[in-house]
């Protein structure tokens, strides 16, 4: 009896101590993981810039249409590069804990109508109709301007890339139903929607509703989960309502200021 009492101890313990070393390699593959990405970021970020310099060069300045589809080709894929290095690095500062939020009162109608003007042309590019919004004057919040603005364009980029017809929404409504007063932004269309069992999933960092070899949209799967931190570090919240065929609505909500 004691014996086994004595065994089961000896067991105990070196399970246990194998779990501190387990959680040692776990830090130190984290922390490589960081060291990897940065140094990474700036190994791919110097040339990526200037093939995306040259490449816009080259667009510009070639006459021939055959070279010029060419230099476009070349031209689109830097900046799809760009992008996923971009969410790579920004996935890296989230798990590092690294994201400081740099508070400004900001008004996000603003903020909003300037990116609204970017991908209105991007979304008429594709054939789909496009609006924004608002009856409000001015919407003050608290948000850090960079992060807003990679949310708000990480939803639209989604909204385009799911949808083959039909229209893009963008709406800014004020929200005072619980007594605390929100700013909501609405991101809706009229795309290929997500089934319910995939709704919280996609939130995860690498997740898609298609994946493996044959999923047919291009992404990381990052966009969703840098969004959802950047919106909660912001104090906000973000929910999603779909139906499959039909379409999605990413609804933000963001505290308002006078
Ligand atoms: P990515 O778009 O790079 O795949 P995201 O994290 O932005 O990564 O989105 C994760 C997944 O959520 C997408 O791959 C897609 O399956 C689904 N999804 C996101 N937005 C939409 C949308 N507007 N309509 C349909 N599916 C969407």
């Known amino acids: ?37 940065d140094n990474m970021s700036h190994e791919l970020r110097t040339p990526i810039t200037v093939i995306l310099g040259y490449a816009g060069i080259l667009y510009e300045e070639i006459q021939d249409p055959e070279l010029k589809e060419m230099a476009e080709i070349v ?16 996935q890296s500062d989230v798990d590092s804990n690294r994201l400081k939020v740099a508070f400004e009162k900001k008004d996000l109608k603003l903020l909003l109508t300037e990116i609204y ?26 948000i ?16 385009v890339k799911f949808t083959e017809k039909g229209r893009i929404g963008l709406e800014l ?10 700013y909501c932004i609405k991101i809706s269309d009229t795309g290929i929607g997500i089934p319910e069992e995939k709704r919280k999933l996609i939130f995860e960092a690498f997740r898609q509703v298609s994946e493996g070899m044959n999923r047919i ?13 950047f919106v909660e570090l ?25």
């Open 217 to 229: 949209y291009q992404g990381t799967g990052l966009g969703l989960s840098v969004s959802k931190k």
């Open 144 to 159: 850090d301007v960079k992060m807003f603005n990679k949310v708000i364009t990480n939803l639209l980029n989604n909204a």
């Open 234 to 258: 912001m104090n906000g919240d973000i929910t999603v309502e779909s139906e499959v065929n039909i379409g999605s609505k990413f609804t933000l909500k963001f505290p308002s200021i006078l």
């Open 173 to 182: 409504f004020s929200d005072n139903s619980n007594g605390t007063n929100f």
């Open 1 to 37: 009896m004691d014996i086994n009492s004595k065994d089961n101890n000896k067991s105990e313990y070196s399970s246990s101590e194998k779990t501190i070393e387990e959680l040692l390699i776990l830090e130190e593959a984290r922390k490589l993981k960081t060291v990897f990405l």
């Open 117 to 142: 003007n970017i991908y209105k042309p991007i979304a008429e590019d594709k054939n789909l109709e496009i609006f924004f919004n608002t009856e409000l004057n001015q919407a003050n919040s608290n």
């Open 75 to 90: 031209l689109k894929s830097s900046n799809r590069l760009t992008e996923s290095l971009n969410l790579l690095l920004d």
